[in-house]
C-alpha cells in the first residue's frame, strides 16, 4: 500500500509536487490558524449538548424552574432539533447564493441571539425559544463551515483540516462538562447562566477571525470573480505567487470544472438522484447520518447514567468520572486518527472501525446480560472496558470522516445541498435517540443491545458494498471515482468526454479570458499547459 507518510510529493492534475509544510508558508500559515476558528462551529455543537445535560441535573437550574415535567424537558430536549430542521431548507441555499463566509456569520449572528435569550431565560418559556433558535443557528453554520474549510485549503491538507473539523465536537463536550460541574457549586442561578452565557464566547471569536478569512475561491468563481479567485489562491497556496504551477493547475481544473458543471447540470434538487453517480453518493451520505449516530453511541452520548445504572454503578461522583475520562479519551483518539485519513484510506478506516465497533458491542451484549443473570462485578467492569473500547473504533472513522467524506465526495454543485442531506439524517436519527432509546433501555435492558448488534452488521454491508476509497485524490478529481468516463473534470486532468463537451460548450461562446495581463504567455513560460480554453 502506498502510505502518503512515504511519498515526499502529492499528487494535482495526474502531476507529482514536492510536499509543502503549512507553518513555513505565511500566506498558508495565516489562513489555517483563521480557519481553527471555523472549525469552531462543530465544537459549539458539542458544548450545547454537553452543557444541557450538565444544567438538568443542577438543582439550581431545576429549582428555578420550579422542576420542569417530563413533557416539558422533553420539549426542551427537542427543540434544538426542530430549529434545526426548520433551518435545513435555508442552508443550501444561504452557502450558495451568499457565500460560505456570509452563511457562517449569519449562523453565528443566530447563535448569539440564542445565547441571550438563554442565559437570561427569566421564565422557561423564554428558555425553550432560545433554544428553537440556537439549533436554527448552528444549523445554518454548520452547513457553511465545512464547505468553506474543504475549498480553502490546499490539496495536500484537505483530508486532514476537514476530518479535524467534526472531532471538535469532543472539545466543545468536553469543556462543558467540566465548566458546568465546576459552577455546580455556585449557589445561584449563575451555576446556569455562566456556563449558557460562556456558549456565545465560540460564536464571539467565529464572527471576529471570519474577517480574516477569505471567501472560497470555487464560490467566487461560481459567481465570475475569477481574479479575485485566482488571488486567494495564490496567496493560501503559494506564498502569493500567482503564476505557481499548482495555482494555475488548481485554477484551471476549478474553473474547467464548474464551467461544465453549471452547463451541463445544474445545481437543482433533482441533481442528487438524477444519475448513477450521484445516486450512489445519495446512498452514502443518508448512510453517514444514520449510522454515524445508530451504531449505538447514542446510547451513551445521551444516557450513560442509564447503561451505567443498569450494571450496578449508580454512584453519580463515578458515572461523572467515568464520562469526563471517556470524553478525554475521545479528544485523543478522535483527533489523532484524522492525521492516518490519507495514509490508511477512508475506506479501510471505516472497515476497521464498524468491524471493531460489531466485535466490542458483542462483549458488551455479553457482560451487561451475565450481570443481569449473576450481578457480577467483573461483568459490570468489563462492560465499562468495552464502552471505552467501542468509542476507541467508532472514533477510527466516524468523528472526523462524518463531515470529511461527505464534503469531499460531492461536486461543487450539489455540495451544499448533499451536504443538507447528511445532516437531514443526522437530525432525524438524533430524533430516535432522544424518544425511543431511553424507552427501549428502560423496557428491553440490555436485550435492547441485541437490534444495535444485527444493525451494525448490516453497516458493515452497507460499508463494504457502497464505500469508495478517496485518499490523495484532489477535490474535483474525486468525481471520476463515481461517475467513471462519465465524469466532469475540467483543466488539464480532463477526460476524454470532458475535454469534446469543452470544445461545444467553447464553440456555443468563449469564457471570458482572465484578466491578469499577459498570464497565458507567462503559464506557457511556467511549464503549465494553457491549451484547454476552459482552464484559462
Not at 469532543?170 to 452565557?197: D, V
Not at 495514509?343 to 471505516?350: E, I, P, Q, S, V
Request: aromatic share 14%.
Amino acid at each position: 500500500m502506498d502510505f502518503q507518510h512515504t511519498k515526499g510529493t502529492f499528487e494535482l492534475a495526474g502531476k507529482e509536487f514536492p510536499r509543502v509544510t503549512w507553518y513555513k508558508q505565511k500566506g498558508m500559515r495565516g489562513l489555517y490558524i483563521c480557519l481553527i476558528f471555523v472549525v469552531l462551529t462543530s465544537a459549539t455543537n458539542g458544548y450545547d449538548s454537553s452543557m444541557m445535560n450538565g444544567l438538568q441535573s443542577l438543582d439550581q437550574w431545576r429549582n428555578y424552574y420550579n422542576h420542569p415535567s417530563p413533557s416539558q424537558l422533553g420539549l426542551l430536549n427537542c427543540i434544538w432539533a426542530v430549529g434545526s430542521l426548520v433551518a435545513l431548507p435555508v442552508v443550501p441555499y444561504t452557502a450558495d447564493m451568499l457565500g460560505r463566509r456570509t452563511g457562517v456569520m449569519i449562523g453565528c449572528s443566530i447563535m448569539l441571539g440564542g445565547v441571550a435569550l438563554q442565559s437570561l431565560g427569566f421564565t422557561f418559556a423564554m428558555f425553550v425559544s432560545a433554544r428553537f433558535f440556537i439549533g436554527f443557528g448552528v444549523a445554518i453554520a454548520h452547513g457553511a463551515s465545512p464547505l468553506l474549510i474543504t475549498e480553502l485549503v490546499h490539496p495536500q491538507h484537505r483530508a486532514i483540516y476537514t476530518a479535524v473539523y467534526n472531532t471538535t465536537w469532543y472539545m466543545g463536550s468536553f469543556i462543558a462538562a467540566w465548566l458546568t460541574f465546576g459552577t455546580s457549586r455556585i449557589h445561584n442561578t449563575w451555576a446556569w447562566r455562566a456556563p449558557s452565557l460562556v456558549q456565545a464566547v465560540p460564536s464571539v471569536l467565529q464572527m471576529i477571525f471570519i474577517w480574516f478569512v477569505p471567501e472560497s475561491p470555487r464560490w467566487l468563481i461560481s459567481r465570475g470573480k475569477n481574479e479575485k479567485a485566482l488571488r486567494i489562491l495564490a496567496n493560501a497556496h503559494a506564498a502569493g505567487d500567482k503564476m505557481d504551477e499548482v495555482v494555475q493547475l488548481e485554477y484551471q481544473e476549478i474553473r474547467g470544472t464548474l464551467k461544465l458543471e453549471q452547463e451541463l447540470e445544474g445545481n437543482s434538487w433533482r441533481e442528487l438522484w438524477g444519475k448513477p453517480g450521484n445516486r450512489h453518493r445519495l446512498i452514502i451520505l443518508v448512510s453517514l447520518g444514520f449510522f454515524s449516530q445508530w451504531s449505538g453511541n447514542g446510547l451513551v452520548s445521551y444516557y450513560i447514567h442509564t447503561v451505567l445504572d443498569q450494571i450496578g454503578i449508580r454512584d453519580s461522583g463515578l458515572q461523572l468520572m467515568i464520562n469526563g475520562i471517556l470524553q478525554f479519551t475521545n479528544i485523543i483518539v478522535a483527533t489523532g486518527m484524522c492525521f492516518l485519513v490519507d495514509r490508511l484510506g477512508r475506506r479501510m478506516l471505516f472497515l476497521t472501525s464498524t468491524c471493531g465497533m460489531f466485535a466490542t458491542f458483542v462483549v458488551w451484549t455479553i457482560c451487561s446480560a451475565q450481570f443481569q443473570i449473576h450481578q457480577s462485578k467483573a461483568s459490570a467492569n468489563a462492560v465499562v472496558v468495552m464502552i471505552f473500547l467501542y468509542y476507541v473504533f467508532y472514533n477510527t472513522a466516524w468523528s472526523g470522516l462524518l463531515v470529511g467524506y461527505s464534503v469531499e465526495i460531492l461536486p461543487y454543485n450539489i455540495r451544499a445541498k448533499g451536504m443538507t442531506v447528511m445532516f437531514l439524517a443526522i437530525d432525524l436519527s438524533l430524533f430516535f435517540n432522544q424518544y425511543i432509546n431511553p424507552i427501549a433501555l428502560d423496557r428491553l435492558g440490555w436485550k435492547y443491545y441485541i437490534f444495535y448488534d444485527l444493525w451494525l452488521l448490516f453497516e458493515l454491508f452497507i460499508i463494504y458494498k457502497f464505500y469508495i476509497e478517496t485518499r490523495n485524490t484532489p477535490l474535483e478529481e474525486i468525481a471520476k471515482h463515481f461517475d467513471g468516463e462519465g465524469a466532469i473534470i475540467g483543466g488539464t486532468n480532463a477526460n476524454d468526454k470532458s475535454r469534446q463537451l469543452a470544445e461545444e460548450i467553447e464553440k456555443a461562446g468563449p469564457l471570458p479570458v482572465e484578466s491578469t495581463a499577459d498570464l497565458s504567455e507567462t503559464v506557457k513560460n511556467k511549464g503549465v499547459s494553457s491549451s484547454l480554453k476552459l482552464g484559462v
